[in-house]
C-alpha cells in the first residue's frame, strides 16, 4: 500500500470514528436509552482495536519510508486527537448516570408555585404556568426517593415522582404535575 493510501486510511478511520462516536454520544443525551449505552460501549471496543490495528499499520510505514516519516506521523496524531474526545463522551455519560433529568408539566388549569424537589439531589421551580413545563437536572446522590409539594390556589400538595433510584439510573423522563403519570421505576 503507498504512503498516501496509508494516510487517507488513517484519515478516514479517525474521521468516521469521530462522527459515528459523536452521533451514538449525541443520541444518549438525548434520550438516555439504555440500548444506546451499549452500543456505546461495543462501539468503543471495536473502534480502539480498529484504530490501533491502524495506526501501527501507519507506524510500521512511518518506519520503514524516511522520505514521508512526517505525513505519517501527524496522521497518527490526527487519529489520537479521538481520545481525549472520548474521554470527554465518558465522563459526560458517568455524569448522565448519576443525574435524573426531569421535565416537569404543569397539567392542571392553575398556575403553580414554589415547586420543591425532595429527595436525592433536590431541586426548585419558583413557577409554573398551566401547561408550561421546565426540566430540572437532580443529582442522584445514592438510594432515594424523588418528590415534590408545591403551592396550586394558596394550598401544598404532594406527589412521588420516583418511588426509587439510585446510582446509575440516571435518565430522562418526564412528570406531570396533577395528572397522570406512567410509573417510571
Known amino acids: 500500500m503507498t504512503t498516501e493510501r496509508h494516510i487517507k486510511l488513517g484519515r478516514q478511520t479517525a474521521l468516521i470514528s469521530f462522527v459515528l462516536g459523536t452521533i451514538i454520544f ?7 436509552s439504555f440500548d444506546l ?8 471496543s471495536l473502534t480502539v482495536l480498529v484504530n490501533i490495528g491502524i495506526l501501527i499499520l501507519i507506524l510500521v510505514k512511518a518506519y520503514k519510508d524516511k522520505e514521508n516519516r512526517k505525513k505519517l506521523l501527524k496522521t497518527c496524531g490526527v487519529m489520537l486527537v479521538n481520545i ?13 448516570l448519576d443525574t435524573m433529568r426531569i421535565t416537569f408539566i404543569n397539567s392542571t388549569q392553575t398556575t403553580l408555585t414554589n415547586i420543591n424537589i425532595s429527595g436525592c439531589g433536590g431541586g426548585h421551580i419558583d413557577k409554573l404556568e398551566s401547561g408550561e413545563s421546565e426540566t430540572v437536572w437532580v443529582d442522584i446522590t445514592g438510594d432515594c426517593s424523588i418528590n ?12 412521588g415522582v420516583g418511588g426509587y433510584v439510585t446510582s446509575t439510573m440516571g435518565k430522562k423522563m418526564k412528570h406531570n404535575i396533577g395528572g397522570k403519570n406512567v410509573e417510571q421505576f
Open 84 to 96: 481525549p474526545v472520548m474521554l470527554l463522551y465518558c465522563w459526560v455519560t458517568v455524569i448522565l
Open 37 to 44: 449505552l451499549l452500543l456505546g460501549v461495543g462501539f468503543i
Open 26 to 32: 449525541l443520541l444518549y443525551f438525548l434520550t438516555s
Open 148 to 159: 415534590i409539594d408545591y403551592l396550586s390556589k394558596g394550598q401544598r400538595k404532594e406527589e
